[in-house]
Each structure stands twice: as C-alpha cells, then as structure tokens.
C-alpha cells in the first residue's frame, strides 16, 4: 500500500470521531466478556446494569459514527471508508457474544 494512502488512514483514525465509536465498542466488548467471566452466560430474569451500560455504549456510538461520515466522507473517502469499516466490525464484535450467546 501506498505510504501516503496509509499516512491520510492513520490520520483520519485519530480524529475523535473516528477513536470515539471503536473504544465504546471495545469497552462494550470488555463489559460483556467481564460479565460472562464474573457471572457465566446464563440468561437472567432482570436486565441488570451491565445490559443497560452495554445498550448504552452501543446505541451512544450511533450518532458519532453519521456525524464522522457526513464530515469525512465527503473530503477523504478512502480513508473515511476504511473507518468506518473499522467502526462496523468493533461494533460486530461487541454484539457477537450478546447473539451468540443469546443473552
């Protein structure tokens, strides 16, 4: 790949908008898995804080990611998609072991 392709990725990564929606889904991510290892993967009767938190965290990210793409798409899109890539699958990743395991 091209270095100066690479150098216009890294530097849309590190706009907030762009950091903000992957660490939410990583800290989602780390609050289910800290969940399971603290309590297992049964399904409880209640929704307890984690479930609200991890909502939260999920549903936050939404509006940060449309306002990211409404910014930068328009100016770099190569790197904006490649973002926003990024972006779909940490939040993939934080919602797999919610389907998968049918919490």
């Known amino acids: 790949m091209d270095k100066g392709i690479l150098?216009?990725?890294?530097t849309t990564l590190k706009r907030p908008s762009a950091l903000i929606p992957l660490?939410?889904?990583?800290?989602?991510l780390g609050l289910v898995l800290g969940h399971?290892?603290?309590f297992g993967g049964?399904?409880?009767a209640d929704e307890g804080a984690a479930a609200h938190l991890w909502q939260l965290l999920m549903a936050g990210?939404?509006?940060i990611v449309v306002f990211f793409a409404i910014k930068w798409l328009?100016?770099?899109?190569?790197p904006a998609l490649v973002v926003l890539g990024l972006q779909a699958l940490a939040a993939c990743?934080?919602?797999a072991p919610v389907f998968i395991l049918d919490l």
């Open 93 to 95: 990743l934080a919602a």
């Open 61 to 63: 990210q939404v509006p």
């Open 36 to 38: 399971i290892a603290l």
């Open 42 to 44: 049964a399904r409880q």
């Open 23 to 28: 660490a939410m889904s990583i800290a989602a």
């Open 7 to 10: 150098n216009f990725e890294l």
């Open 74 to 78: 328009p100016r770099m899109p190569g």
